[in-house]
């Protein structure tokens, strides 16, 4: 590592002192006559010498223990000519290797300052101003860089999404921090562009734009040929990109100053006016190995490691100045050196910060700090939801939506086949033909796709509801939720946020329909996502209020909801016998179902049974026959599994001593397994225990009957509990 280091600072003294110097020239001046003055020459090598020196900082900082593992951006220095192509308002999602893209543009912004705020990073200090020392990340909310994990591409949906939706909050009057010509910016490597949410990232751009929509969005692959230790083929990325129609295709030298400017320069352009999507090349080498902890010599020849060095970047713009009579080579090194000094002398300053000291305040971002005023934006009243008639779950859920869509126009129901179809079960009938194509629409068939809009989307202003068709669907696409949507807030201290009320038809019991694709129970992948709520209605009333809460929840917090839809119960009318229409309820605008509360059916004092969804009306009838048998159930309703309602739980548990969990997810990773835990943590000392479906995908037909839960051993199990 120190080789290395130390070979980069020495190619670069000798390199520049080997140059003759040349006569002087005003620095106003054009070079060589491609519009980039000597001027923008001198301010962009500024950017490309302290992204260097931060680097050879990050390398000294770990030696010391002082710093974590951080990935370098040296060779990749000529993307600070994108970044000066752009306006500090065009808001930008960073590959991390794009370090001198962010101190130039950092150093575009009154008040910044790249170099502490790259170091403080490095360190984990809580006073880093985007993380708070959470994350190493590339990121700052007065520069229009939104903080970006470095899970591989995961990052384009969201860049696609974004650019979409800042041109449909301009149409629509919705505020948006973001300029309505604004071109959005997405940089990532060109292994990177071989993944899969890279592939379908730049397919949804494409076709978006084949359909006439606007898409500003500006794609740059820093291909420095090598992802970590596997060469990419000479030639791909062009062969890949270069040929999509309707994608514009630019390609630059990222290691000549002059080439990578002007045509950066070209491709801004170019989108700011078309408004559509264009794919910027950029030719770049990777220097130092692909992170501080990396053996570059074990897989790569010194032939290799040689031909790069010797496209460094930094030397590259050096030696322009000093042939370009901008400046002579002892001004160059000088400066390079007094940048080095600068950068050196914080990272000293930095290692005395303070770091996060406590779980409360790591997980600060992760809370919902503001209730009552979720509870204000709930009541705020608007379209009467159902008007006194009582509906079915599918029913009060489209009828919440008309009302939401109607009160605000920052609403926006979107996903595979909601708009003209009316989604597979009819739940957002005649929502597009009353709100519009621009509120209601149709996406592609990609999960990832959905999610990226609605990531977007709410960082342009709005609520984005996106509809993913079944819950076994998500699974697709989990890292939009996982890595993207619930990151953004932890890693930004919310300064960024992403609400969303993501509706999800999911569960088991459908009849005629599906398998397992069609009939999932498993929410595992869900429920352990740090910050992220699920709410789970099995009734009319509680549907329309907990879809509001949701979108409240969104709107004002910044939350990423999950709205469970249990399919098998979208137009179930009966509870106990035919035509008693004892499920179907009546929906009001005035209520208010906080977060995490639960609901209880009945006053038993023998059992509670503990449920939620499908198990709701099944336990229902349970306890009707257990009464008939001088039984006395009551049953709750968890509604929320995410947080769960602990307090309600502790409390009609205790009521009765005794507890029965009825959970139609899987014996192993499901709901139910929290529950028990919960109980123990809490100190209750009654009998618990639990009936759940099996370990099992769910198969086609009356096989399904085979693994699920159903009513007779949710029975037998509360008449043992009773009875022993």
């Given at each position: 590592?120190?080789?290395?280091?130390?070979?980069?600072e020495?190619?670069?003294?000798?390199?520049?002192?080997?140059?003759?110097?040349?006569?002087?020239?005003?620095?106003?001046?054009?070079?060589?006559?491609?519009?980039?003055?000597?001027?923008?020459?001198?301010d962009?090598?500024?950017?490309?010498?302290?992204?260097?020196?931060l680097?050879?900082?990050?390398?000294?900082?770990?030696?010391?223990?002082?710093?974590?593992?951080s990935?370098g951006?040296?060779g990749h220095?000529?993307?600070?000519a994108?970044?000066?192509?752009?306006?500090?308002?065009?808001?930008?999602l960073?590959?991390y290797?794009?370090?001198?893209?962010?101190?130039?543009?950092?150093?575009?912004?009154p008040?910044?300052?790249?170099?502490?705020?790259?170091?403080?990073?490095?360190?984990?200090?809580?006073?880093?101003?985007?993380?708070?020392g959470?994350?190493?990340?590339?990121?700052s909310?007065?520069?229009?860089?939104?903080?970006q994990?470095?899970?591989?591409?995961s990052?384009?949906p969201?860049a696609?999404?974004?650019?979409?939706?800042?041109?449909?909050a301009?149409?629509?009057?919705?505020?948006?921090?973001w300029p309505?010509?604004?071109?959005?910016?997405?940089?990532?490597?060109?292994?990177?562009?071989?993944?899969?949410?890279?592939?379908?990232?730049?397919?949804?751009?494409?076709?978006?734009?084949r359909?006439g929509?606007?898409?500003?969005?500006?794609?740059?692959?820093?291909d420095?040929?090598?992802?970590?230790?596997?060469?990419t083929?000479?030639?791909?990325?062009?062969?890949?990109?270069?040929?999509?129609?309707?994608?514009?295709?630019?390609?630059?030298?990222?290691?000549?100053?002059?080439?990578?400017?002007?045509?950066?320069?070209?491709?801004?352009?170019?989108?700011?006016?078309?408004?559509?999507?264009?794919?910027?090349?950029?030719s770049?080498?990777?220097?130092?190995?692909?992170?501080g902890?990396?053996?570059?010599?074990?897989?790569?020849s010194?032939?290799?490691?040689?031909?790069?060095?010797?496209?460094?970047p930094?030397?590259?713009?050096g030696?322009?100045?000093?042939?370009?009579?901008?400046?002579?080579?002892?001004?160059?090194?000088?400066?390079?050196?007094?940048?080095?000094?600068r950068?050196?002398a914080?990272?000293?300053?930095?290692?005395?910060?303070?770091?996060?000291?406590?779980?409360?305040?790591?997980?600060?971002?992760?809370?919902?700090?503001h209730?009552?005023?979720v509870?204000a934006?709930?009541?705020?009243?608007?379209?009467?939801?159902?008007?006194?008639?009582s509906?079915?779950?599918?029913?009060?859920?489209?009828?919440?939506?008309?009302?939401l869509?109607?009160?605000?126009?920052?609403?926006?129901?979107?996903?595979?086949?909601?708009?003209?179809?009316g989604?597979?079960?009819?739940?957002?009938?005649?929502?597009?033909?009353q709100?519009?194509?621009?509120?209601?629409?149709?996406?592609?068939l990609?999960?990832?796709?959905v999610?990226?809009?609605?990531?977007?989307?709410?960082?342009?202003?709005?609520?984005p509801?996106?509809?993913?068709?079944?819950?076994?669907?998500?699974?697709?696409?989990?890292?939009?939720?996982?890595?993207?949507?619930?990151?953004?807030s932890?890693?930004?201290q919310?300064?960024?946020?992403?609400?969303m009320?993501?509706?999800?038809?999911?569960?088991?019991?459908?009849?005629?329909?599906?398998?397992?694709?069609?009939?999932?129970?498993?929410i595992?992948?869900?429920?352990?996502?740090?910050g992220?709520?699920?709410?789970?209605p099995?009734?009319?009333?509680?549907?329309?209020?907990?879809?509001?809460?949701?979108?409240?929840a969104?709107?004002?917090?910044?939350?990423?909801?999950?709205?469970?839809?249990p399919?098998?119960?979208?137009?179930?009318?009966?509870?106990?016998?035919?035509?008693?229409?004892?499920?179907?309820?009546?929906?009001s605008?005035?209520d208010?179902?906080?977060i995490?509360?639960?609901?209880?059916y009945?006053?038993?004092?023998?059992?509670?049974?503990?449920?939620?969804?499908?198990?709701?009306?099944?336990?229902?009838?349970?306890?009707?026959?257990?009464?008939?048998?001088?039984?006395?159930a009551?049953?709750?309703?968890?509604?929320?599994?995410?947080?769960?309602?602990?307090?309600?739980?502790?409390?009609?548990?205790r009521?009765t001593?005794?507890?029965?969990?009825?959970?139609?997810?899987?014996?192993?990773?499901?709901?139910?397994?929290?529950?028990?835990?919960?109980?123990?943590?809490?100190?209750f000392?009654?009998?618990?225990?639990r009936?759940?479906?099996?370990?099992?995908?769910?198969?086609?037909?009356?096989a399904?009957?085979?693994?699920?839960?159903?009513?007779?051993?949710?029975e037998?199990?509360?008449?043992?509990?009773?009875?022993?």
């Amino acid at each position: 590592m120190t080789e290395q280091r130390v070979d980069l600072e020495e190619r670069f003294r000798a390199e520049l002192s080997a140059l003759e110097p040349r006569p002087s020239r005003p620095i106003e001046q054009p070079v060589e006559d491609v519009g980039l003055t000597g001027a923008q020459c001198l301010d962009l090598f500024e950017s490309q010498a302290t992204s260097r020196h931060l680097d050879l900082a990050a390398r000294r900082l770990g030696s010391a223990k002082h710093g974590y593992y951080s990935i370098g951006s040296s060779g990749h220095e000529g993307n600070a000519a994108v970044a000066a192509a752009l306006r500090p308002t065009d808001p930008a999602l960073l590959h991390y290797r794009s370090g001198a893209f962010f101190v130039h543009r950092a150093r575009q912004v009154p008040g910044l300052d790249p170099i502490r705020d790259v170091l403080l990073g490095m360190v984990a200090a809580a006073a880093e101003p985007i993380s708070g020392g959470r994350h190493k990340v590339f990121g700052s909310k007065p520069a229009a860089v939104i903080p970006q994990t470095s899970t591989i591409a995961s990052h384009l949906p969201r860049a696609v999404g974004l650019a979409f939706a800042i041109e449909r909050a301009a149409r629509l009057g919705v505020a948006c921090e973001w300029p309505s010509d604004s071109v959005v910016l997405c940089s990532f490597g060109d292994a990177s562009a071989n993944h899969s949410t890279a592939a379908g990232a730049i397919n949804a751009a494409i076709h978006t734009a084949r359909q006439g929509v606007p898409l500003p969005l500006l794609f740059v692959c820093e291909d420095n040929g090598i992802g970590i230790s596997v060469p990419t083929p000479p030639g791909w990325i062009e062969q890949s990109y270069g040929i999509r129609l309707g994608l514009q295709y630019f390609d630059a030298d990222g290691s000549d100053l002059l080439d990578a400017a002007t045509t950066a320069t070209q491709v801004v352009d170019w989108v700011r006016e078309h408004r559509k999507p264009a794919f910027l090349h950029l030719s770049t080498v990777r220097l130092m190995g692909h992170a501080g902890s990396d053996v570059e010599s074990a897989y790569r020849s010194p032939t290799d490691i040689t031909a790069d060095l010797r496209r460094d970047p930094v030397i590259a713009t050096g030696r322009l100045l000093v042939t370009s009579g901008i400046a002579t080579p002892t001004e160059v090194i000088a400066r390079y050196d007094e940048i080095g000094g600068r950068v050196a002398a914080m990272a000293e300053l930095v290692c005395c910060e303070p770091k996060l000291t406590s779980a409360s305040a790591v997980m600060a971002p992760l809370v919902s700090p503001h209730p009552d005023l979720v509870q204000a934006d709930v009541l705020r009243r608007g379209h009467t939801v159902a008007q006194g008639d009582s509906v079915t779950l599918a029913q009060a859920i489209n009828q919440t939506l008309a009302a939401l869509l109607d009160r605000d126009n920052d609403v926006l129901v979107f996903g595979e086949d909601v708009g003209r179809k009316g989604g597979v079960y009819g739940v957002t009938k005649g929502l597009q033909k009353q709100f519009g194509v621009r509120r209601v629409f149709d996406t592609l068939l990609d999960e990832q796709s959905v999610l990226g809009t609605a990531l977007g989307a709410g960082l342009a202003g709005f609520v984005p509801i996106p509809e993913i068709q079944y819950l076994a669907y998500v699974h697709n696409a989990a890292d939009q939720l996982r890595g993207e949507a619930a990151t953004l807030s932890y890693f930004s201290q919310g300064q960024y946020r992403n609400p969303m009320v993501v509706r999800i038809a999911g569960y088991g019991y459908q009849k005629g329909f599906g398998g397992h694709f069609h009939n999932d129970n498993s929410i595992a992948a869900l429920r352990d996502i740090p910050g992220l709520i699920i709410a789970s209605p099995a009734r009319a009333d509680d549907a329309a209020a907990m879809l509001r809460t949701c979108v409240s929840a969104a709107r004002v917090d910044g939350r990423v909801c999950i709205y469970l839809e249990p399919i098998a119960l979208y137009h179930t009318r009966d509870l106990h016998r035919p035509g008693d229409n004892a499920w179907l309820a009546t929906p009001s605008d005035t209520d208010h179902i906080a977060i995490g509360h639960a609901r209880v059916y009945g006053d038993g004092s023998d059992l509670t049974i503990v449920t939620f969804a499908n198990g709701v009306p099944m336990s229902l009838r349970v306890a009707q026959r257990l009464s008939d048998r001088g039984i006395r159930a009551r049953v709750l309703d968890l509604r929320w599994l995410s947080p769960l309602p602990l307090d309600d739980l502790l409390d009609h548990a205790r009521a009765t001593g005794r507890v029965l969990i009825a959970d139609e997810t899987r014996h192993t990773g499901g709901v139910s397994e929290s529950l028990c835990t919960a109980l123990i943590d809490a100190g209750f000392n009654g009998p618990v225990t639990r009936v759940t479906s099996e370990d099992s995908f769910i198969p086609l037909g009356p096989a399904a009957t085979t693994v699920l839960l159903d009513e007779s051993r949710i029975e037998s199990a509360a008449t043992k509990l009773v009875t022993r």
